[in-house]
C-alpha cells in the first residue's frame, strides 16, 4: 500500500506504528505497559472467568490441570487436577461459560464441566448428560448410526444382561461403557467378546429380538471423538462437530443445557442437524451473535431466527454465507461484528449482517496491515475502561512474539492494526471485566519464565513492579584483642577495620563493657582531644550502641572511652537507596520511573535479588520493568504541485508539526524535545509537553518520513502530525 495515495484511507494512517494504542478522536500514545502478578512455572493458556463483581477469576491452562488465580494481585485460589489435556492441546481447546459453570471441548477428549461451587472452591468432572429420574443409565444425549446402514444388531433378549451380535465387525473396545439403542430403547454395552459380539444390560425394555438395522449409538465416545466446539445460544448449550461427524451440530432443549433428548421434535426440543454441503466442513467455532454463527475450516454458515421465527428442530437448517474457513484461533464479537481469522492464518475478516440483503458479509480487516498477520494463536477482546472509549481485538503470535491490536469503529470508518513487541513473546491472552491479561513467555538470568502479567496504564514498563526502599540496618561485632602492643578493636574480626556507616542507615555496635564503644569527629575521641559525636547516638547498655547515621554526618572515628589507640576509621558516605521487589527479573536490565509517570531515574541492572542502589533520596518507591519503545513512521508525502505529481520527485521536509498532550518523552529524526530549562531543579519532575511545536529538518529526499520514537520510558500521546514541504 505504500504507493496507493488513491485510496481514502492512505492519508489518515502511518506506514509503521509500534507499541502505541490508537484513539478514536485521533492520534496515537504509548502502550501501556505489563504489571507482573505471577510466575506460572510452565506453558499456560489464560482464559478469563467472570460470575460477578468482586468474583472474577483467571483459568490459567496447563498441562493436566487448571490454576485458578485472582486477576488482583495473580495469587492462586486453587488448582484443579485430573484434566484431560496436555500442553500442545491448550490452544486447540474451545470454551463456553454461563453462570457459574464453564464448558471445555476438543475432539479427543470428554467434555469437561468445570463448576464454581464457593467463592474459592471449584471442581471438574466429566460432562454429564441429564439422566431420566425414573430410568437409571437412560441419558438424554445425541446418537447416530456411525456403522453401515446395512449392519444389522440382534439382541439376545428383551432385558436384563444381554448380548449384542452385528451381522458385520464393528465392535471396538472403546464400545465399552457406551449407550446403544434398539429400536429406540437404550442399552449399556458392559464388555467387548468380539467385533460382533458385546455384552450389555438392557436400560429399557426392548420391543423384540430380531435382527434390525434400526439401531445407533451414543455421538459422543472414545470411538468416534467429542465436540470440537461450544457455545450457548438462544438458551440452548450447542456443541459443533467430532472426528467422526465434523459437520453435525448437537442443541440441548430449551433451557435445559444437559438434555439433548430429541423426542418427537417439538419447538422446544433438542436438535441434531447437519450443514447441507457439497463437501464436508469440519465446524471449528460455534459464534453466538443475534443469529448463529457457524465456522468452518472452508466456508461460514449462519442460521436464520428472529423473535417470531426461533430455532427449532423444523427450522434449522443453516445457509452458507462464504467459503473462506476459519483456523483455530477463537472469533471475537467485537464492534456488531465476528472478527475471524481465515483458514490460511494471513487473513483477518469480519463476517457482518447485512439487513438489506438478510446475508452476512465476509470482509478482509487488514488489507492496509497484511505485514502484521504471521500466525496468531490466541485472541480476546478489549472494550476499553475507566480512561478510554475505543474497543480491541488483542491477538497473539507465537511465531514472533507479538501480539496485535485491532482497532475498529464502523461508525467512523476507523480502523487499523498495531504490534506490540516485548522482551519475549506475548504467549496468551484474555480479558475479564475489561481487564487484559497476559501469559509472557520471557527468558530471564538465562532461564525461561511464563509469566502471568496484567496490561496497567500505571506502568509505562513491561514486567512491572512498584519497588520500595528499606532502612538498612547492620549489627557489628567487635571485641578487643592485644595483638602485640596493645589492646586494639576487631570489628568483625578484622583489626581496627575501615568502616562505611552510609547516611540513613542504622548500625548496632556490640562491645565489651571494659572497653565502651564510641564515636567521635576526631581520631582518637577524647583522647586525641575530641569529644564524643552522639548525634542519632543510642547507649542501650553497657555493651551496646546503636548509630541512626544523619544527613551530612562529618568523618568519624571510632574508639575506646577508656583506652587510648584502640580505634579506627569511620567514614560516613552520603545516602544510597536500596530498592527491593523485583525478585523475578534477577539480575536482568530494567528501567525505573517514578510511580507519577513523569521521571524516569536511569537503567540500572538488578542483582540477584531483584535490588538495585540508587545515590538519592529522592523517592522511596519507583516503577521498574523492562524497556519497550514506540515507533511512528508516517505515510510518504504524496501530491501534486504545479500542474503534476510531486509523489516520486526528492523533496525537502521543512518542518513537522506535532501537537502533544501530557508527553515526557518524545523524539523526531534523532531530536529529543526539550522538556527543561536550564534554570530548572532537576529534583523536580518537569511539566509535560502540551500543545503545538514545531521541529526543523535539513536535506533533501523521495518521502520526507521522520521516524518518531521514545528513549525513556514515559508518558506520551501524538494528538496530530502535519508536515511542511518544499519541492
Known sequence: MLTREDVASYNSGAETLTN???????????????????????????????????????????????????????????????????????????????????????????????????????????????????????????????????????????????????????????????????????????????????????????????????????????????????????????????????????????????????????????????????KVSEIRHLVSTTHLLINTNNSEFFQPESDNNPITPASFLPRRQSEYGSNRVRPLNLDNAAIFVQDSGLTVREIEFNDLLQTFESNSINDFADDVLSQFDDSAVFVGDATRIEQFGVYTDHSTGNASLYHSNRHQKIFGWVPWTTEGYFWSVDQVDDRVFFVVKRTINSVTKWFLEELSDSFTTDCSVSTTTTAASTTFTVTVVDPGGGNKFFIDGVQQATINLTEGNTYIFNYPSAHPFRLSATADGTHGGGSEFTTGVTHNSSTQLTFVVPTDAPPLFYYCANHSGMGGTANTPAASTTFSGATHLPSTEVRAINTAKTMEFGTFTLNGSGQFTLDTDLATVLNVGLFFA??????????????????????????????????????????????????????????????????????????????????????????????????
Open 20 to 278: 502505541c494504542i490508537p484513539h478514536l478522536q485521533g492520534g496515537v500514545s504509548r502502550r501501556p505497559g505489563t504489571k507482573f502478578l505471577a510466575d506460572l512455572g510452565q506453558e499456560t493458556r489464560v482464559i478469563g472467568f467472570y460470575f460477578v463483581d468482586d468474583q472474577e477469576y483467571l483459568f490459567c491452562l496447563q498441562n493436566t490441570q487448571i490454576q485458578v488465580r485472582s486477576p488482583t494481585d495473580g495469587s492462586l485460589i486453587t488448582t484443579i487436577t485430573g484434566c484431560p489435556w496436555t500442553t500442545a492441546q491448550l490452544f486447540d481447546i474451545r470454551y463456553a461459560q454461563a453462570g457459574d459453570t464453564t464448558i471445555f471441548v476438543h475432539p479427543d477428549f470428554k467434555m469437561q464441566n468445570i463448576k464454581r461451587t464457593g467463592a474459592t472452591t471449584f471442581t471438574r468432572a466429566d460432562f454429564a448428560f441429564e439422566e431420566d429420574s425414573a430410568t437409571t443409565d437412560k441419558l438424554f444425549q445425541p446418537y447416530f448410526k456411525f456403522a453401515d446402514d446395512s449392519i444389522t444388531l440382534t439382541p439376545s433378549g428383551t432385558s436384563g444382561t444381554i448380548t449384542l451380535t452385528l451381522s458385520a465387525g464393528y465392535w471396538a473396545d472403546a464400545h465399552v461403557g457406551v449407550n446403544v439403542r434398539y429400536k429406540g430403547k437404550q442399552i449399556k454395552i458392559t464388555a467387548k467378546t468380539s467385533d460382533t459380539v458385546v455384552d450389555a444390560t438392557v436400560i429399557e425394555s426392548l420391543p423384540s429380538t430380531s435382527a434390525d438395522v434400526e439401531w445407533d449409538e451414543a455421538v459422543f465416545s472414545d470411538v468416534n471423538g467429542y465436540a470440537r466446539s461450544v457455545t450457548f445460544h438462544s438458551a440452548r448449550m450447542c456443541f459443533g462437530g467430532t472426528k467422526s461427524l465434523p459437520q453435525h451440530i448437537m442443541m440441548s432443549k430449551t433451557n435445559a443445557p444437559f438434555n439433548f433428548d430429541d423426542g418427537t421434535a417439538e419447538a422446544d426440543e433438542a436438535i441434531f442437524g447437519q450443514l447441507g454441503t457439497d
Open 630 to 727: 514506540p515507533t511512528i513512521v508516517p505515510v510518504r508525502i504524496v501530491g501534486t504541485a504545479g500542474g503534476g505529481s510531486f509523489s516520486a520527485k526528492r523533496k525537502r521536509l521543512v518542518r513537522s508539526i506535532l501537537v502533544l498532550k501530557d508527553t515526557f518523552d518524545i523524539t523526531i529524526d534523532g531530536k529529543t524535545l526539550q522538556l527543561r530549562q536550564v534554570d530548572d531543579d532537576p529534583s523536580l519532575a518537569p511539566s509535560a509537553l502540551n500543545g503545538t511545536f514545531d521541529v526543523y529538518h535539513l536535506g533533501w529526499d523521495r518521502f520526507g518520513q521522520k521516524t518518531i520514537t521514545q528513549t525513556s520510558a514515559l508518558p506520551m500521546t501524538l494528538l496530530a502530525l502535519s508536515r511542511e514541504v518544499a519541492v
